[in-house]
């Protein structure tokens, strides 16, 4: 796989609604390991490290699930 060496910015099809309109959300990939988020329009960029969005995606699928598991519980109680 090749090493990013230079900032990579994308415009992504999410839109978020902030200061009167549908704005799109901007995606770039900065060395050394970053990913910045903006809307399109804007200057203000937030910052997150590669590692810790893995590990709030990871712990977002298991908490999913985890709800998922329960709700099916409850139904099979009734």
């Known amino acids: ?22 704005r799109a959300v901007m995606v770039s990939l900065e060395p050394p390991c970053l990913i910045g988020l903006r809307l399109k329009g ?3 960029t937030f910052y997150l490290p590669v590692d810790k969005a893995y590990l709030t995606a ?3 699928h298991v908490a999913a699930e985890a709800r998922e598991k329960s709700q099916r519980r409850k ?3 009734r």
Do not use: I, N
């Open 58 to 60: 990871v712990k977002a």
């Open 42 to 44: 804007t200057r203000r």
């Open 1 to 22: 796989m090749t090493m990013l060496k230079r900032k990579l910015t994308r415009e992504t099809s999410a839109t978020v609604f902030e200061l009167g309109r549908h």
């Open 75 to 77: 139904k099979a109680k």
